[in-house]
């Protein structure tokens, strides 16, 4: 019985070996592989699957906590195999692979999963997004706890701008449609309404009018709705002097 279990252990710190064995080849790879094998991609793929098994087995004791975290291996490792990454989803998806569907990339995704986080949280917002959308995953953005105050502003200035190259009007409208939900998440009304409008979503007006409780900005609101000339007014006769600045009745007084 003694043997059996022992037998278990060396099995798990065999495993445990594997993997960390596998993430040096793939280091090594970034620099000694063969352009476009994809090397490094590949042993760190098998080492991933080893450290799934490891949790698997509860076996924590022979992971450190850091062993299958591809940051410790540093900024340009990440960025290589984001690279790699982003030729085997497109490698798969030519020989038939539904890129609608995650069943046939969930390998990839879970290390796509880990290197955005990453990224957003080290100030490379702009690569965070060129392999989501290498990926045609661009919707997970909405969903990332590490988008905060300091950095939407970048992640959405890059969003809005890189939107202008889009030749797929799918791919341009799902950009701006990320960089909207990312402003209203933020409270950013006022952005979220200059998205909107041009993007076409005159039923997001009301929302996001009702949404704003900032004098200030809801009046920067209206301003921005009479300069595009939207006819938009406000049942409440309160709220006689917003529909005044929507009328552009001010114009000329305030400018």
Request: some cysteine.
């Amino acid at each position: 019985g003694d043997s059996g279990g022992g037998g278990g252990e060396v099995g798990d710190d065999l495993l445990g070996l594997r993997a960390r064995l596998a993430d040096v080849l793939a280091v090594l790879s970034m620099t000694m592989g063969k352009p476009e094998e994809r090397e490094s991609l590949k042993f760190k793929l098998s080492g991933m699957k080893d450290y799934d098994l490891l949790l698997q087995h509860n076996n924590k004791s022979t992971l450190d906590k850091d062993d299958d975290n591809l940051g410790s291996w540093g900024h340009e490792f990440v960025r290589s195999l984001a690279g790699e990454i982003g030729q085997e989803y497109n490698s798969r998806v030519m020989d038939g692979a539904d890129p609608e569907s995650d069943d046939d990339f969930l390998d990839l995704m879970g290390m796509v999963d880990i290197i955005v986080p990453f990224h957003i949280s080290h100030n490379a917002e702009a690569e965070a997004v060129d392999l989501l959308v290498e990926v045609q995953r661009l919707t997970k953005l909405q969903t990332i706890d590490s988008i905060d105050e300091k950095n939407y502003a970048r992640i959405c200035l890059y969003l809005i701008k890189t939107s202008d190259f889009m030749s797929d009007p799918d791919d341009l409208a799902e950009m701006l449609e990320t960089a909207y939900c990312l402003f209203v998440r933020q409270k950013q009304y006022f952005d979220a309404l200059r998205v909107a409008l041009r993007t076409g979503k005159d039923d997001a007006i009301g929302t996001l009018l009702t949404s704003c409780t900032d004098p200030l900005m809801k009046k920067q609101m209206c301003l921005l709705l009479g300069r595009h000339r939207v006819n938009y007014e406000f049942e409440d006769d309160a709220d006689e002097e917003l529909n005044d600045l929507i009328g552009n009745a001010q114009l000329s007084e305030q400018f």
